[in-house]
């Protein structure tokens, strides 16, 4: 007998896949995004829904936007992860991504508030000199051993320097 399949819909609607899409791309590509992925993650995969909605919903899902920002805006997404994404490399991604988010605490009020203060004065910045960032995945929330950031505009990166102490 055939496992039945049901797209669940997202229980992370600020971060994961949905929430990284929304915030990017606006909510019709985040729903048709989400959709689709969940097709491909249990064919791919054999997930069932709870597994295929988990994975999703982690870091993974929000990731994943960033590894295919591009293929999702020109359409080419659904061709590009079936070339890159194996059962073996979806197995292994829910097992790092599954454990990790076990093991890991919600930041605290007051590192979101920070972030959201941060923001409100980066947009400040790029509206000031006319430069926007756009990364996915990219925050640390820490200032440890932050030495300033790598000007070089040819790359296009915006890379921070650590101290190598």
């Known amino acids: 007998m055939e496992k039945l399949f049901i797209i669940k819909n ?6 994961g896949l949905w929430g990284t899409a929304y915030g990017v791309f606006g909510e019709e ?13 249990h064919e791919i ?11 999703l919903d982690s870091h993974w899902g929000k990731h994943l ?5 591009n293929e999702i ?23 790092y991504y599954m454990g990790q988010s076990k093991n ?7 590192q979101t508030g920070k972030y959201e203060k941060f923001c409100t004065e980066l ?3 790029s509206r000031k000199y006319g430069i926007v960032i756009q990364a996915v995945g990219g925050v640390k929330p820490l200032t ?9 505009l040819d790359s296009g990166d915006l890379m921070p320097v650590w101290s190598e102490d």
């Open 104 to 110: 890991k605490t919600l930041p605290e009020d007051t």
């Open 123 to 125: 947009e400040k910045l």
């Open 73 to 95: 805006e020109n359409g080419t997404f659904i061709d590009a992860f079936r070339k890159k994404k194996t059962k073996e490399i979806l197995r292994s991604d829910y097992d």
């Open 45 to 55: 995969g054999d997930f069932d829904s709870n597994q295929t909605q988990e994975l």
């Open 29 to 41: 590509t985040a729903e048709k995004l989400w959709n689709a992925t969940s097709i491909l993650v």
């Open 65 to 69: 936007v960033g590894e295919f920002c």
């Open 144 to 152: 440890n051993d932050f030495e300033g950031y790598n000007t070089d």
């Open 10 to 15: 997202t229980q992370n609607e600020r971060w």
